[in-house]
């Protein structure tokens, strides 16, 4: 926890950003009767019955000191989905950085090992020499700043019924475009100081 809690003290100087990532699932719902539209005095009206259309995979990349974030949505959240973001990540988003530092939660596809699944040798080694994996501890999830982002994104964009692969990657792109022209970022004040107070029923006592 101290480890995670003491990377978001530590100065990112831009060649070598901090960036924290995190995935979640969504629902497609399509409505089965078309709903009625707001006008004057009367608010939507959308029937309760839908038609699930599958689930999507959301992984977001988040910077919070520059304010910025790419959400993108996938069929699946294999081992080679994984792969394939942090290339993005480190070849298109941030290719000028000599190293990335990014911060995961603690799951066995989140490992420099995958790009193995996707790419040959060499271009595998190529990209885990820029990348410097972090990990939450387990059950600590909570410590990763994307999952406050991604409750952004929830309350501002997912509240609602999105019936198709299209319309979700529209509503991300321009939910995204709003963000990070607004630079929006997040100040994390919990730091390791903090933890020895408020979580020291964590720390072993050593008068045991």
Request: charged share 30%.
């Amino acid at each position: 926890m101290e480890v995670v809690l003491d990377l978001y003290t530590r100065e990112h100087p831009p060649e070598e950003p901090l960036i924290c990532m995190d995935e979640a699932a969504i629902e497609l719902h399509k409505d089965v009767y078309p709903p009625q539209p707001m006008q004057p005095g009367c608010d939507l009206k959308q029937d309760y019955h839908y038609d699930r259309e599958g689930v999507r995979a959301l992984f977001m990349f988040f910077d919070p000191i520059r304010g910025w974030r790419r959400v993108t949505s996938r069929e699946h959240r294999t081992r080679i989905d994984w792969a394939e973001e942090v290339k993005q990540l480190l070849d298109e988003d941030y290719p000028h950085a000599r190293k990335v530092k990014l911060l995961c939660d603690n799951l066995n596809t989140y490992h420099i090992a995958s790009s193995s699944k996707q790419y040959d040798a060499d271009e595998a080694h190529r990209l885990a020499r820029r990348l410097e994996l972090f990990y939450t501890p387990r059950n600590g999830s909570w410590l990763n700043i994307t999952e406050i982002e991604l409750s952004v994104l929830r309350q501002q964009c997912l509240e609602r019924r999105i019936g198709t692969d299209l319309t979700l990657n529209q509503e991300l792109a321009a939910w995204q475009h709003q963000r990070n022209q607004e630079q929006a970022q997040v100040q994390w004040r919990f730091t390791t100081k903090d933890a020895r107070v408020k979580l020291r029923r964590l720390y072993p006592n050593p008068a045991n």
